[in-house]
Each structure stands twice: as structure tokens, then as C-alpha cells.
């Protein structure tokens, strides 16, 4: 066997297996390799196991010096292109007014669309960088990305041509999603908008490649599971996979209805109960859990434990945005899985690499073994738990994606 390069020096190597996602108890079982090293070529992992089992010859040999190694984090759910701030929305909900009422109110998601609406792509694009800069560094290696911000579809494209400028500049892999976020404020605009969405919007981004998958924000002040259904199927009818934001305030269809399309993933789950939690243990869509939300809005936490004991696949993401989880970090999510919607650290740490990469579809990484893509963190510390104990967000001391070093 050959490689370009081998690693060694690497005190645990500790990752989930396999392409599928990690459902139920399968969700902690990672294999933790002492003194290991690992071969890649090609941007690929070609060999992973203890140092003294390698089978072939390297060109090039890397000590890492006695750090842990863990799978790039997959940060399955960002809305990381916005303008404006929300630091009054923050100051009014520190004095008592609800998330929900400010966005009744026309404040919250509707001030960001109007700040957003207000920015070229340019200024889009110079306003994530630094955002995707931090959650590289906090680990990531693959990134979805929303537009949201837009609501009129010529501000939802322009959010979705931004995202597809950033990948100039950033060495991550970045995953569009076209979010369908919040309804017309004027009731009579209703119709006509998701008409129009379901007709012209989502057909143009499958055309023009703009996104892989749809997402709808189903809740009381935003769209009923009627209508995420309709816009799901226009999804699907055009090509592109589909996910939810369900359950956050109030569990109002959202999630039966992803798990009956065969949705990727549903996610926030704050306010899931027992029948949605059965519906996601008994069907192939990934749970993803935000618990930045929980922390910034103070929500109960998503039901990380309920969901893996009855069978589901949980994955974790940062969710960064500026009113619900202003969270540039994807390590730190799975460190407040284990501490808000009580995950172990392996469950967190499989939350945050395999079952995240299943949550966008993506097969191919997310763990480390012969075949799958060589993105990878170098931490500093020696034992990978380190990573979920962590709350400082400076577990990274290097994050390798496709086989080469992008930060350091
Ligand atoms: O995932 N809840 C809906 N959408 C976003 C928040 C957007 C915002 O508040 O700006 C979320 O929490
Ligand atoms: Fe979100």
C-alpha cells in the first residue's frame, strides 16, 4: 500500500464508521485508535490504525507530536450570509419581550431581510468571511450555508450567488440551501409568494445550481405544514433534497411531515414530544439539534437523549445566525449537545462529523477510514474528549481538508 503521506505522533485517533448514519445506541460507538497513524493520497484517507500495524510505504512522514485526531466537523445548518445586527432584539428579550412576539411585531428574521435586502453580494460576501473563517478554525471542514434573508426571490438569489462567491475564499466546502423563511408581512401577498416560490423560485436555483436541498421554517409565525408541503414537493420535483426548521416554538406537523417525504433533516426539535420523536426514530431523516438556540434563547433544549434512545440519528450544528444563535464556533455545539440536550461525548462527537454529513447526503466523510475524504482536526490536546469538555473554542490546533492543511 502507498501514500503520499503518513501520519504519526497521533496520540488517539477517534471516530464513527461506516457511511450511514449512527442511529440509536450505534450513535456512541467510536472507535478510539491509541499511537495511530494515518495514510492518505489523493485527498483521501487510504489507511487508518495503529502506527505499529501500517502495511505500506509513505513518501512523506508528519509527526504531529501527541495530539488526537477526529474527523472534520460537518456544520450541517448556518445562515451564515446576513447584514445588520440584532443586538436591540437581544436588548429588548433581555428586558422581557418573547422571540416570537418581536417577529410577530415585524422585528426579529423581518428586520434581517431588510437589512440584507439593503447589501450588494459584495458587501454579503465580506460580511460571512470573517463568520466562516471562525467556524473553520473552530474545525469545520464542510459548511451549509442558507439564504433566508431574503424573501423576495430576487434577494434569496442574490443570498445564494453570495454564498456561491465565498467559495473563492474560503478553503471550506461550502453547501447551499435555499431557505424559505418567513411569509409575506401583508396576508393578501400569501398565495402569490408561494406560488411563486413553488413555480419559478425553486426551479430557477435547481437550473442555475445555486442550492442542493430546500428548507422551510415551519412554525405558527412563519409557514403551516400545509404549505412546507407544498414547497417540499417543488423541491423534489425539481431535483433538490429537502429539510425542515420544525419544532422550535411549537410542534405544529412539521417534523411527521419531513420524516414522511424522506427529508435529509429536520431540525431545531426544542418543543418535539413523544410522537415526534417515535416519527424520527422510526424514519431515515437525521435529527439535528441546535443547541446554540437553547443557550441564546433559552429554550429547553432539543431531546438529544429521548431521540437516541428510541432509535434516531441526532447531529449537531451551530446554527449561526444573528437572532437565534449568534455561535461562529462548530465545536462548540457539540460540547452544549452533552451539556443542554444530554448527549455523552461520543454521541456529541458523531452528532457533530458522520451523522452531520448524512444530514447534507454527503457519504463520503464525516469519519476516517479507507475511502472517505481526508478532512481531519488536529486538536491540541492529547484525548479527543478534550473537544466536547472544551467551552473556550480553541480545541483546533490544525484542520486538514481533502488531504491538505487549511488552517493552522
Ligand atoms: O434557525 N427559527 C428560524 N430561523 C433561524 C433564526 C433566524 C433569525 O432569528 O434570524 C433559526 O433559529
Ligand atoms: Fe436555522
Known sequence: MNAELLLVGISQLATPQG??????????????????????????????????????????TRDLGGRA??????????????????????????????????????????STVRATAAASV??????????????????????????GYGLEPEAELRALEA????????????????????PPAEAQRRARYLEAVCAELVPEVARRGLADAVDVFVEREAFSAAEAERILEAAHRAGLRSKLHADQFHAVGGTELAVRLGSLSVDHLEASGPDQIAALAAGSTVATVLPGVSLHLGLPGAPGRALIDAGAAVAVGSDLNPGSSPLASSA?????????????????????????????????????????????????ARDWRALIYDLSGRSAAEVWISGRCAAR
Not at 122 to 135: F, G, K, S, T
Not at 163 to 182: F, N
Request: charged share 20%; hydrophobic share 45%.
Open 163 to 182: 454564498v456561491a462567491a465565498l467559495r473563492a475564499h474560503t478553503p471550506l466546502e461550502l453547501i447551499p440551501t435555499l431557505l424559505i423563511h418567513v
Open 122 to 147: 459584495q458587501e454579503l460576501v465580506d460580511l460571512a468571511r470573517p463568520r466562516l473563517e471562525a467556524l473553520l478554525r473552530s474545525g469545520a471542514t464542510t459548511v451549509e450555508v442558507k439564504s
Open 69 to 110: 485526531v477526529v474527523p472534520g466537523l460537518v456544520d450541517p445548518h448556518t445562515h451564515a450570509v446576513w447584514a445588520g445586527d440584532r443586538l436591540a432584539d437581544f436588548e429588548a428579550r433581555a428586558r422581557g419581550d418573547g422571540y416570537e412576539a418581536i417577529l410577530a411585531r415585524g422585528g426579529g428574521i423581518r
Open 332 to 380: 462548540l455545539p457539540a460540547a452544549l449537545a452533552v451539556r443542554l440536550c444530554g448527549l455523552t461525548p461520543a454521541e456529541a462527537l458523531t452528532a457533530a462529523t458522520l451523522n452531520a454529513a448524512c444530514a447534507l447526503g454527503l457519504g463520503d466523510r464525516g469519519r476516517l477510514e479507507a475511502g472517505a475524504r481526508a478532512d481531519f482536526v488536529v486538536l491540541t
Open 19 to 60: 457511511s450511514a448514519p449512527a442511529r440509536g445506541n450505534r450513535q456512541s460507538e467510536v472507535r478510539v485508535i491509541e499511537d495511530a497513524a494515518l495514510a492518505l493520497e489523493g485527498g483521501r484517507v487510504v489507511w487508518a490504525g495503529p502506527r505499529s500495524g501500517w502495511p505500506g510505504s509513505a513518501r512523506e
